[in-house]
């Protein structure tokens, strides 16, 4: 050690924070609480915002399910029913208008339904001899057959002869052939228009025109085009023998102007989103596949299917939510008849709130809420997942 350290000796400690004179160590803690909570001072805003936007009104009407609307003098009065709405709606009074009626030809609907239950359980059993299945995996696809068996029983049960669809089925047709059938539409039209012919830059834009109509619009008009006594199609109609024919008066006519009306309104969607999917598709593999000897219809499932295949289920994914709430057509076009044939369950929610019953418009709204949420946990973890595992 040389001199000048000896004389120097050991350099003093840095004081801590603790060793701080008191009238400084206090607001240096302060601070460092203060810059720890920042952002949750900064993020509360746009929680209680969301909150108050979303997590309220879920909260208000489902007490307002649970609640009966009456009259007194000089106002109303909130009479708490509990499940009495519910009951109303599934086993009571209006058992019929939501669930339907059931067909009386039962040996045709065991039928159908008993090979239909056949497959899921063959599904069930093959997920177990996979050799990934898991309890809670298991647990969970049993809810969810047992669940689905339920709602295929009802729609056969009561789409047969001499049965009769209430709103909650009249709901998923209108879900499931309209999205069929937009997305098979949407599809052809978008390889239509990837082909290199004439004017089809002025199709891709005619294919749009029904997407910028609003759906208010798009009921007038189909309600304009189904009338067979002065509209702009009677010379049509009458060539077909169908001049005077009421849509509204047969059932299944009147549910296909429905879906008719919301498979043009809802195609377009389907066909720009399709269309730019294949746009985005490498051309190398598809003309080394043609050099190669394959066929347009092995190039199309081997290689554009697979490719569009992520696309397409995001793509179905939010045409699902959005079809559950179909309103506008069957309100304007038959106003949910002839009788309720027609009739969604957001319209039967409608007319409820409209003959202010407060609480069985509510109730109908939160039954809606459950097979919505049904159907789209089961889409994104069952048949999503799936298919993924596919690419």
């Known amino acids: 050690m040389s001199a000048d350290e000896k004389t120097q000796g050991p350099a003093p400690a840095q004081p801590g924070l603790d060793s701080l004179p008191n009238n400084i160590e206090a607001p240096l803690k302060l601070a460092g609480r203060f810059e720890r909570s920042a952002p949750a001072v900064f993020l509360m805003p746009a929680v209680l915002l969301v ?31 509990g499940l009495g709405n519910y009951y109303n709606l ?5 058992k019929s208008e939501t669930l339907g009626v059931v067909t009386k030809t039962a040996w045709l609907a065991w ?35 047992l669940f689905a068996l339920a709602l295929i029983w009802l729609t056969v049960f009561t789409i047969l002869p001499k049965g009769r669809p209430g709103a909650l089925v009249v709901t998923l047709l209108y879900v499931f052939v309209d999205i069929s059938l937009q997305y098979l539409l949407g599809l052809t039209l978008a390889m239509l228009c990837l082909q290199h012919i004439p004017g089809r830059r002025f199709f891709r834009v005619l294919f749009l025109i029904p997407m910028m109509i609003t759906p208010v619009g798009v009921a007038y008009l189909f309600l304009m085009l189904t009338d067979t006594i002065k509209g702009p199609l009677l010379p049509i109609w009458n060539a077909l023998g169908l001049r005077n024919f009421s849509w509204v008066t047969v059932a299944w006519g009147a549910r296909a102007a429905v879906m008719i009306g919301d498979i043009w309104q809802w195609t377009p969607f389907m066909f720009i989103v399709l269309l730019a999917a294949l746009e ?33 289920l995001t793509l179905v994914l939010i045409r699902l939510i959005e079809a559950f709430k179909i309103v506008d057509l069957p309100n304007v076009l038959t106003n949910g008849g002839p009788g309720t044939a027609t009739e969604s369950l957001t319209l039967q929610s409608y007319i409820l709130w ?38």
Do not use: C, M
């Open 280 to 312: 985005s598709q490498p051309i190398e593999y598809l003309e080394a596949a043609v050099v190669d000897g394959a066929s347009r219809w092995q190039v199309f499932t081997a290689l554009t299917l697979p490719d569009i295949l992520p696309v397409s």
């Open 90 to 94: 599934l086993i009571g009074l209006n």
């Open 354 to 391: 409209r003959n202010l019953d407060i609480g069985g418009s509510a109730a109908v709204a939160y039954i809606l809420l459950f097979v919505v949420t049904f159907v789209g946990l089961t889409y994104a973890n069952l048949v999503r997942s799936q298919a993924e595992k596919l690419l």
């Open 111 to 145: 039928l159908i339904f008993g090979l239909i239950a056949a497959g899921v359980f063959w599904l069930l059993t093959r997920y177990v001899r996979g050799g990934h299945s898991s309890t809670r995996g298991l647990i969970f696809r049993l809810v969810v057959a």
């Open 51 to 81: 909150l108050f936007i979303s997590i309220l009104p879920l909260i208000l009407s489902l007490y307002l399910s649970l609640v009966q609307l009456t009259f007194v003098k000089g106002g109303f009065k909130l009479n708490f029913v």
